[in-house]
């Protein structure tokens, strides 16, 4: 199936949001070993955002679904990747 990645995350990507779900798409893809052109990204701007009673750090919700490609073997490689492209355009920290 699809995969598909949704963002919400109170911070504005540094690149707008186009490219930054562009940026999502093609690490997704890498990541899942899929094609880019059956890979869906979305991001949505929040009002605000807590993770752990913190709304200072900033932070982000994700959701990640792809059918038969969601693995233990693969779930470590993937959050790294896609924790990268957060840092860099959101500044979440990883361990966020």
Do not use: H, W
Not at 9 to 20: I, L, N
Not at 60 to 86: D, H, M, Q, R
């Amino acid at each position: 199936a699809m995969p598909s990645l949704m963002v919400q995350s109170a911070v504005a990507p540094a690149s707008g949001p186009q490219d930054f779900c562009k940026k999502l798409s093609k690490t997704v893809a890498a990541a899942l070993g899929k094609p880019e052109s059956f890979v869906l990204t979305s991001y949505q701007k929040v009002d605000a955002m807590s993770m752990g009673g913190d709304t200072e750090t900033p932070a982000a919700f994700l959701y990640l679904s792809s059918l038969g490609s969601i693995e233990p073997g693969l779930n470590k490689a993937t959050s790294s990747a896609i924790a990268a492209v957060l840092q860099d355009e959101l500044g979440v920290p990883a361990n966020r």
